[in-house]
């Protein structure tokens, strides 16, 4: 299995609401990743996850929750969203490799729409 | 990790090869340059990595200049499955191999 899901595919939410979204990789990797890319920008990275750890916050505001429950799952919890949250969110994959440089596998993100 | 430009598009025609220019003259010797591409509704896809010596596989080749201020990615051919945002990012390394994505090269090719 070489590949990353990521559920759901679309989530629309109100901004009380609150939501996760769930990534998943089966390939033993290490490193997991949150990016948030809005329509016709880079990808803007997130979290990093590595042996499960918070290795790496982007200085996102608390109202983003990530969970790393085990080496294979990565979650991210919303809370109180702004429509300016609105973003594909993409979750990625590394194995541990030489000096930590390693392919990045990426899942096909997550449409989240906040009204 | 380093700040890199690429030109905001390029145009090719299928079947022939693709230079894609990256600069990153404030690269620190312990930088890789990498490059993804992402496709139309997809999320981006590993193309090509190096740290010093030119790489090549079975997507595309990296030539990376002898002072690593600037590097190419090479398509030797072009096809329609290959237009596509091309990301050239200077970094990584470490522990997390964190990579910050740049503007990017918005490729499209041409039957």
């Known amino acids: 299995d070489t590949e990353v899901t990521q559920t759901p595919k679309h989530l629309v939410m109100g901004m009380t609401n609150k939501k996760s979204l769930k990534c998943e990789q089966h390939?033993?990797?290490?490193?997991m990743y949150w990016y948030k890319q809005k329509a016709k920008k880079p990808p803007e990275l997130m979290f990093v996850?590595?042996?499960?750890?918070?290795?790496i916050n982007e200085s996102v505001p608390s109202r983003f929750s990530p969970e790393c429950p085990n080496s294979s799952l990565l979650n991210l919890h919303l809370h109180a969203l702004q429509p300016e949250d609105s973003a594909l969110y993409l979750c990625?994959?590394?194995?541990?490799?030489?000096?930590?440089?390693?392919?990045?596998?990426f899942g096909p993100g997550t449409r989240l729409t906040v009204l | 990790d380093a700040k890199t430009t690429q030109p905001n598009s390029m145009e090719s025609n299928e079947e022939e090869p693709v230079h894609l220019p990256c600069n990153h003259s404030?690269?620190?010797?312990?930088?890789?340059i990498h490059w993804y591409r992402q496709l139309p509704s997809q999320g981006p896809e590993y193309v090509i990595h190096g740290l010093t010596s030119n790489v090549n596989n079975r997507m595309a080749s990296l030539a990376i200049a002898e002072d690593r201020k600037s590097s190419t990615l090479i398509l030797h051919r072009a096809t329609l499955r290959d237009a596509a945002v091309y990301y050239c990012i200077a970094g990584g390394g470490g522990a997390t191999n964190k990579l910050i994505f740049g503007t990017g090269t918005l490729l499209a090719v041409q039957p």
């Open positions: 390939m033993g990797h290490r490193a």
């Open positions: 404030t690269i620190s010797g312990t930088d890789y």
């Open positions: 996850y590595s042996y499960e750890k918070l290795s």
């Open positions: 990625a994959s590394s194995p541990p490799g030489l000096a930590g440089v390693g392919e990045q596998f």
